[in-house]
């Protein structure tokens, strides 16, 4: 059986966190679909194209990876569409555990799909997608936490000087 797994998100933009589970989650399977999930009604920091290249770019070393974007699907829809038994979820605390026990519960309950937790990085757990836009929005440097492609997309959207 090759074992398929999905690591959803809205990856707005991707970090270091979200690069070190998915390449836990590699290391522990044959594929991963990284499911880049968005509201279609929702605008968000980067366009869906501008997410998938910034992914792209992160994860290019990891080669058992597929990118894909979904708008407006459920999670447990997409895991069915790409042949995925499993999904897996990155945990910095018990906050997100507290938060995404639910949501895993829910999944499957509606179609029997597992979640599986996998504790990220210590040194990253501080680490999430709006914490590091209101650094880079206040002018603080977020070098480290991000790749340098998605340092210098948020400088240009969100840094001094940028419009809005
Ligand atoms: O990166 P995020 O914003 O924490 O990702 C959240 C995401 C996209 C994984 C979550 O909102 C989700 O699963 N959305 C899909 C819609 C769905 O299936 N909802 C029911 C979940 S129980």
Redesign the pocket.
């Known amino acids: 059986m090759t074992r398929v797994c999905v690591c959803?998100?809205?990856?707005?933009p991707v970090t270091r966190g979200h690069v070190d589970v998915i390449e836990r989650a590699a290391a522990l399977h044959d594929e991963v679909v990284v499911a880049l999930?968005h509201n279609p009604a929702k605008r968000g920091t980067f366009t869906v194209d501008e997410r998938q290249e910034l992914l792209a770019d992160a994860l290019h070393d990891v080669p058992n990876i597929r990118i894909r974007a979904f708008g407006g699907?459920?999670?447990?829809?997409?895991c069915r569409e790409v042949g995925a038994q499993s999904i897996v979820?990155g945990l910095r605390s018990d906050t997100d555990f507290a938060y995404e026990l639910?949501?895993a519960l829910?999944?499957r309950r509606?179609t029997g799909v597992e979640t599986v937790f996998l504790p990220g990085a210590a040194e990253l757990s501080h680490l999430s997608?709006s914490l590091i836009k209101e650094v880079v929005s206040l002018g603080g440097d977020v070098s480290g936490m991000v790749t340098p492609a998605v340092e210098a997309a948020l400088k240009e959207r969100l840094g001094a000087g940028a419009a809005g």
């Open positions: 959803p998100g809205s990856y707005d999930l699907r459920l999670l447990v829809d997409v979820k639910p949501m829910m999944n509606l997608s």
